[in-house]
């Protein structure tokens, strides 16, 4: 359940994933994360967003819908300030 999306240009990288507890942990959660990633120097620097859902419903798709299409576009924005990147 994820995807990977490139801005060349930046040079960063968004993963965007959902994640599950194991199927005997108590509670039952969700777990959707969002990382912008850029090569820096000779490492990576990440930036992560999560949220947990522990109520397992319908609605939690489109609160994750909703959050992925303010939230992506940002950190998009964030891998492209220089200032973020300074060495």
Do not use: C, M
Not at 58 to 85: F, H, M, T, Y
């Amino acid at each position: 359940n994820g995807q990977v999306l490139e801005n060349e240009t930046a040079g960063t990288y968004i993963a965007d994933f959902l994640l599950f507890s194991p199927p005997d942990s108590t509670p039952r959660y969700a777990e959707w994360n969002l990382w912008l990633v850029k090569k820096h120097g000779k490492g990576i620097v990440a930036l992560q967003y999560a949220r947990r859902f522990y109520k397992l419903e319908i609605s939690v798709a489109g609160e994750i819908r909703s959050s992925r299409e303010k939230l992506i576009p940002q950190l998009d924005i964030l891998g492209n300030l220089p200032l973020l990147w300074k060495k």
